[in-house]
């Protein structure tokens, strides 16, 4: 009997020491391409795998930045690690320009999960919800909420951006006075549990080339200020009133000063039905232009890729932009592109704005409409971006 137990003991402590070691296990990260050097026009097929999630039911993200050696050019995406793997194809533009790129992953396990709360609550136990995806098709339905309003997203997964809307579950006639507070926890800061890089060459670089060492800016993948973008200058009219709130109230991809500022503190955007006939013709490269049929739409591009919006840092539509009184906006900023604050990087740039109630305390508008960015497209194209450089002390 004693020698039964023994055995019994000893097969439950090494079952479970096998139990603690597979849940201390470190995840393995690989990441692949189809070859080592690429043309312009070719495609190159990207792998990411974790070989300890095939044929389970973990769900992960990876995000992966890809880098020129110089830095002059920098693209972000983000993919879902769904039964253990993902697999992704970028295009590379015949303008492409040639040197060596790296390639750099991170895994994070967690996946695409919205979680907000009804900041006005009353009582109520749901909120209805709108999706409109960026192919326009719509999804619908309703969130519950607990007894202090907060509420968890359903599990949506898509690509590139979405347009997100709540409502009351009874509506009311008149304005909708929903006010809600959302967090995308892939959009925040965060510790890796796996790395991988790899580099390839692209194009035939100058025989004469000297590369000098790469180290990657891992803020930008974790969703930190980024130093990567120090060398880039944009020369914009600054007014020092305005640019002090900016110091204080920025935060991430937003500050730097690598943005053109305009402060509506003193009235400047008195007079304007709404902020983009303000910005007309007072940014190089920025194009706003009305729609010949309907003047109430707008276009807003930066070298033919559409701009990305903000107001007070949260993601908008251009709606939202046009619907916003310039005389409630204390400063606005628009930043040339590669803009990083959404995934891929805006190749349009963006504009940012920047409310007195937020940045000086005002009375708060409700928030129910909201810009949410899901995973890159398995398909995309890596664009070129053209960059001014700073010119060296002399």
């Known amino acids: ?221 974790r969703n930190l200020p980024s130093t990567t973008l120090e060398d880039v200058v944009v020369t914009g009219k600054y007014i020092n009133k305005a640019e002090n709130v900016d110091e204080k109230v920025s935060s991430g991809y937003f500050k730097g000063d690598r943005a053109y500022l305009f402060s509506g503190l003193d009235g400047e955007f008195s007079g304007f039905v709404n902020i983009l006939d303000f910005l007309v013709g007072r940014v190089a490269g920025l194009n706003i232009s009305r729609n010949t049929d309907e003047l109430t739409q707008y276009l807003v591009t930066w070298r033919n890729e559409p701009t990305a919006f903000f107001i007070d840092e949260m993601p908008v539509d251009l709606d939202a932009i046009v619907a916003f009184p310039p005389n409630e906006l204390a400063y606005i900023k628009v930043f040339p592109p590669p803009f990083m604050g959404v995934v891929l990087g805006s190749g349009g740039g963006a504009i940012a704005l920047y409310t007195k109630r937020a940045t000086l305390g005002m009375q708060s508008r409700y928030q129910n409409r909201f810009v949410i960015q899901g995973y890159s497209h398995s398909n995309s194209i890596l664009k070129v971006y053209e960059v001014k450089q700073k010119k060296s002390a002399e």
């Open 1 to 221: 009997m004693q020698h039964f137990l023994y055995k019994l003991l000893l097969y439950i402590y090494f079952a479970l020491l096998t139990f603690i070691s597979s849940l201390s296990a470190q995840e393995t990260l690989r990441l692949s391409l189809n070859k080592e050097q690429f043309l312009p026009g070719e495609n190159i097929e990207v792998k990411i795998s974790v070989p300890e999630w095939e044929n389970t039911s973990r769900l992960g993200t990876v995000n992966l930045l890809i880098q020129s050696a110089t830095k002059e050019q920098i693209w972000k995406l983000r993919y879902p690690i769904v039964d253990g793997y993902f697999d992704a194809t970028l295009l590379i533009p015949d303008s492409f320009p040639p040197g060596r790129y790296f390639f750099t992953a991170e895994l994070q396990p967690l996946y695409f999960q919205l979680t907000g709360k009804l900041r006005n609550h009353a009582g109520e136990d749901s909120l209805r919800y709108t999706m409109q995806l960026q192919d326009k098709s719509l999804i619908a339905g309703v969130v519950k909420l607990d007894k202090e309003g907060a509420f968890r997203f359903p599990r949506h997964t898509f690509s590139g951006r979405a347009s997100l809307f709540f409502s009351a579950y009874k509506p009311t006639k008149g304005k909708n006075r929903t006010d809600v507070s959302i967090v995308t926890r892939l959009d925040s800061a965060y510790k890796p549990i796996a790395h991988a890089s790899i580099s390839a060459l692209i194009g035939t670089p100058p025989a004469n080339e000297v590369l000098s060492p790469y180290q990657p800016d891992s803020n930008l993948l």
